[in-house]
DNA sequence: ATTAGTTGTGCAAGCGATTGCATGATATTG
DNA sequence: CAATATCATGCAATCGCTTGCACAACTAAT
């Protein structure tokens, strides 16, 4: 068997509950005492059990992303891995661990597994699980959503990027750099975050409005836009939806020998690594994926601490200007 | 406060250790006994606390994947999140959670947290952590290395690609190919799956060697190339330390104008999605990291289970052949 | 010197399950 | 039909820690 708290106890010469005390900080306890228990703690290399902890405490010192991923692409995806980055860090600050789960298949079983059976303290969630029977089952449990929900936007608690102000970046960006005829590339059209660049994007274009959607891959991209392009009238401009988007479409342009940025000017959504070192290197509506991780978790934080209900945090996004849509001269 | 295994035995009119053996599906229960309680559970709502159940049980459910990230890059690397993937399926099938850390900063301890403080019944861990002192305070703690450790590679747990081999594989291709003076570019020589990488890559080449290292980034790989391929007696081909390699090597001869695959063939490791679609498509040793965290979690629920010691997986490696290394008609 | 207020520590009751042992009720066997 | 084995269930200890309450010792105020 493991070291226990009273073996501690036993060899300070204490009760145990006094050892307990000084683990977590508490009371006024002498400092001799103190001494004499962190000396045989470490004698003992003694390692609190939490288990023990947590289900004497009520806390189980654990937070749940929960990921919807049918497919290892999904999970993958930067954008998850570089929120959970900052997610860790900051649970990692408080002494929290970070469970994660793939909700994809059990239809918020996993969510009210992890609640109800008390193995987190709060969850971070992607915008695809709310809808108003989960958001009753769980309660005044403490929640983020990483991403605006579709439905019950008002009523939830959620952090995001600003979508819609991101395709309006791009577009003045575009404008100001003399391109007339934007057109819109890429991106499910049923999900929520491409709905609301759209939407931007419908919102601060002044000449004709152009939307092609595609399925997500860089293929199916290259050879949508492929086709728009031999047509005369075709766009002087497009504002990805991702990178894939952007990707396809600089194949297009080369295979079609249009130059950028004069004759066609591009700014992508997302910033991958690789979008520096395109041919021409892509401007970017950068979303800080990082910082959206970060925000959720320490939202999360302060609604477990009881410092806070319900709210809305939107991340306003940067446009980093780089060859692809410099027409004019700097 | 929740509802407890107590309150639905008193419902049911059974005692609790009755529900107890019912949950776990224990020793002989009359059936209508067995329904009584399904029954009373159900109209509770009643999940069991995994708190209480792990403390008395000994067993915490949860399994930690240890992280060496030092940055959101490392983290968000799809080696990382496919294997991570993998590993949440399994651990999914099993009824254990995932519990992930970043063991960057800590020297040690995050694993030694893990593991004495009873947060995790097994661990996964990055080759980079594997050192004797580890070793030594691990003991016969279950546990896996996604990837071959530098040291203890006979007395140690791992899972890994066989990388010499996914070399061997690639120069026997571009040697079948015709090419006659094959490079390997790329990698930090200080790695330990680049060493043995390069250790294959010198095995099977005939010719000569050339080994030429960059920092891993595109853009270095760009212009440090750039320099070779411009010399009269460049290589006619070269083996890739990964795909940022491949992608500086591809603008490179872009620029150079150097046709590929007539002039220069390429093969490179990893199997980036990018990969597919870059000009021309890149031959790939593709390393299957999904199949890796597969085998990685499977190896440690066997020795959880006490089903097996120490053990070594090598997972051979394949290659799928693309445009930018056939130099012959097929 | 008496009273009141701190302070440091111990006692013991939880937290919510699991599980070995005991027991009474059935089933099996000679 | 008595004796034994098997089955279904209850009792109570246990897992290792936290924490409210009690209390003695000491300080400060009257």
Redesign the pocket.
């Known amino acids: 068997?493991?070291?226990?708290?009273?073996?501690?106890?036993k060899l300070a010469?204490?009760?145990?509950?006094?050892?307990?005390?000084v683990?977590?900080g508490?009371?006024?306890?002498?400092q001799?005492?103190?001494e004499r228990v962190y000396a045989a703690m470490k004698e003992l290399d003694?390692?609190?059990?939490?288990?023990?902890?947590s289900?004497?405490?009520?806390?189980c010192g654990a937070i749940g992303v929960v990921v919807d991923a049918r497919d290892a692409e999904a999970f993958s995806n930067f954008f998850f891995s570089r929120s959970l980055f900052a997610i860790e860090q900051v649970a990692q600050e408080k002494g929290y661990q970070v469970i994660i789960a793939n909700g994809a298949q059990s239809k918020g079983r996993t969510i009210e597994s992890l609640m109800k059976e008390?193995k987190v303290d709060g969850l971070i969630l992607p915008p695809t699980t709310v809808n108003p029977s989960l958001m009753e089952a769980i309660g005044d449990f403490p929640y983020v959503v990483l991403g605006t929900p579709d439905t019950l936007r008002g009523a939830t608690c959620w952090v995001d990027n600003n979508n819609e102000q991101g395709s309006d970046l791009a577009v003045h960006h575009l404008q100001e750099q003399g391109y007339q005829h934007i057109a819109y590339l890429g991106g499910n059209q049923k999900r929520g975050f491409t709905i609301r660049r759209v939407r931007g994007y419908k919102k601060t274009i002044t000449g004709e409005e152009l939307i092609i959607p595609t399925d997500g891959t860089t293929e199916n991209a290259y050879s949508t836009v492929l086709e728009i392009l031999e047509k005369k009238d075709r766009p002087d401009a497009f504002v990805c939806n991702d990178n894939m988007a952007a990707f396809g479409l600089l194949k297009a342009c080369k295979k079609l020998k249009i130059r950028i940025p004069s004759e066609v000017g591009i700014v992508a959504f997302d910033n991958y690594p690789l979008a520096e070192y395109t041919d021409p290197p892509l401007t970017i509506v950068d979303i800080d994926t990082g910082m959206l991780g970060d925000q959720a978790a320490q939202l999360l934080f302060r609604r477990i601490d009881k410092r806070c209900g319900n709210q809305q945090i939107m991340l306003s996004t940067n446009l980093i200007v780089r060859e692809s849509s410099e027409r004019l001269a700097k």
Do not use: Q
């Open positions: 068997m493991a070291v226990t708290i009273s073996d501690v106890a010469g204490v009760n145990s509950s006094t050892v307990s005390r683990i977590n508490k009371a006024s306890i002498t001799e005492t103190k003694f390692h609190p059990n939490s288990l023990a902890r289900l004497a405490s009520g806390l008390r």
